[in-house]
């Protein structure tokens, strides 16, 4: 029942009290009025249904925050169509829920939109989010008014529910792409795009022959082309990808404002991941993603080596659940660990280990990350 409807019935009562105290052609013209008017409005309603179309999809799967301390705009579209080329839609309401996965922040909207006769019409329905993560929109109800907003009808439901990936700004940061390069003895398909090797299989470079150079890497092919000595340089093999532990980890907070504290470090946490991989990407260094989902006591893995690869590895991320005992996450990590080899790992987290270094995790080298501290700290994005 609508508003419209509880205010139309107040006045066809008053209406009818008065047509019946004052029997006069006035009265009874006004009550025949009343009458005719809801049945009016109710066909037309109707008529607008039969005609009228609406869908719901995601023309942007993803949004990157202007800066961190500022909210971003998860959008989907609503989409409707009014086949009718004589009667206008003046109101319809879409009602909206939305929900974080990543965080729990979660809310209602209604949504107001018109439609002229005869015309296709698109509405964005934006969704402020504060904090990163997988917004969830659904769209769970539409409805269309008659002209006197006495009768609604709905015209689509329980729609599919839409997706956003919500990311941080991107950090502008140097890590040396030689550094994380993980070198290798071992047969081996890829190789330094940045740093030659001995491996003669693949050709890193080829330059003029200098003294000290060895005969056997002498291109006897091209140097008789070129009438100069030249020599090829080996590739350098490396094995398959950098090892990059999320810390899915932060500190309990009971109050208000310390829970929104927990909500930055792990905004914070994200745009670590964001922009480390988006630069190793950018040097073609393949990352292996890996961290504890506590909800689920597992450890995922995801590989990246191209953009697309690190939105489906942030879709999964989102639905992790995290924790605040940095303890169980190690523990999970050193269980997941055994047997295994890493050569070396970066560690990223926004929570205190005091011994993490020392607890064997990665046995050669691991580059522990605080996204806390100043490189990743509160400056102007």
């Known amino acids: 029942m609508t508003i419209g409807t509880i205010l139309f019935a107040f006045l066809f009562l008053a209406g009818l009290l008065i047509s019946v105290f004052y029997l006069e052609y006035g009265t009874v013209a006004v009550m025949g009025i009343l009458v005719i008017m809801p049945i009016a409005m109710l066909?037309?309603?109707?008529?607008?249904?039969?005609?009228?179309?609406?869908?719901?999809?995601?023309?942007?799967?993803?949004?990157?925050?202007?800066?961190?301390?500022?909210?971003?705009?998860?959008?989907?579209?609503?989409?409707?169509?009014?086949?009718?080329?004589?009667?206008?839609?003046?109101?319809?309401?879409?009602?909206?829920?939305?929900?974080?996965?990543?965080?729990?922040?979660?809310?209602?909207?209604?949504?107001?939109?018109?439609?002229?006769?005869?015309?296709?019409?698109?509405?964005?329905?934006?969704?402020?989010m504060s904090h990163c993560g997988n917004v969830a929109i659904t769209v769970e109800k539409v409805r269309i008014y008659d002209y006197l907003n006495i009768f609604a009808w709905t015209v689509g439901k329980n729609f599919t529910t839409q997706n956003v990936l919500v990311l941080p700004p991107i950090r502008e940061m140097y890590l040396g792409e030689n550094r994380w390069y993980n070198e290798t003895n071992e047969d081996s398909d890829r190789f330094s795009l940045y740093k030659k090797g001995d491996d003669p299989s693949e050709v890193f470079d080829i330059r003029e022959y200098v003294d000290g150079d060895k005969i056997q890497r002498i291109h006897w092919k091209l140097s008789s082309k070129t009438k100069t000595l030249m020599v090829k340089e080996g590739s350098l093999p490396l094995t398959r990808a950098v090892n990059i532990f999320i810390d899915l980890c932060v500190e309990k907070r009971a109050k208000k404002k310390e829970?929104?504290?927990?909500?930055?470090?792990?905004?914070?946490?994200?745009?670590?991941?964001?922009?480390?991989?988006?630069?190793?990407?950018?040097?073609?260094?393949?990352q292996n993603y890996i961290w504890y989902?506590?909800?689920?006591?597992?450890?995922?893995?995801?590989?990246?080596?191209?953009?697309?690869?690190?939105?489906?590895?942030?879709?999964?991320?989102?639905?992790?659940?995290?924790?605040?005992?940095?303890?169980?996450?190690?523990?999970?990590?050193?269980?997941?660990?055994?047997?295994?080899?890493?050569?070396?790992?970066?560690?990223?987290?926004?929570?205190?280990?005091?011994?993490?270094?020392?607890?064997?995790?990665?046995?050669?080298?691991?580059?522990?990350?605080?996204?806390?501290?100043?490189?990743?700290?509160?400056?102007?994005?």
């Open 43 to 128: 066909i037309f309603l109707i008529l607008l249904r039969l005609r009228f179309r609406v869908s719901v999809d995601c023309k942007n799967p993803m949004t990157e925050k202007d800066a961190l301390d500022k909210p971003a705009r998860a959008t989907v579209t609503l989409t409707m169509e009014n086949g009718n080329t004589i009667l206008p839609v003046t109101k319809g309401i879409a009602k909206v829920r939305y929900e974080n996965t990543f965080t729990g922040e979660r809310g209602k909207m209604r949504v107001r939109f018109s439609v002229d006769a005869g015309k296709h019409r698109e509405r964005r329905i934006p969704v402020l």
């Open 259 to 286: 829970r929104e504290k927990r909500y930055d470090d792990m905004n914070r946490l994200i745009q670590g991941v964001y922009s480390i991989s988006m630069f190793m990407i950018e040097h073609a260094i393949p």
């Open 293 to 381: 989902d506590n909800k689920n006591e597992l450890v995922q893995e995801r590989m990246v080596e191209h953009e697309e690869e690190l939105i489906w590895m942030f879709q999964d991320l989102f639905q992790a659940s995290m924790t605040d005992r940095p303890d169980e996450l190690v523990e999970s990590f050193l269980a997941w660990e055994e047997g295994k080899s890493l050569e070396s790992a970066i560690y990223l987290t926004v929570v205190s280990h005091e011994d993490l270094e020392q607890c064997g995790l990665v046995r050669d080298r691991l580059e522990v990350i605080d996204l806390r501290g100043e490189q990743f700290g509160d400056e102007e994005q």
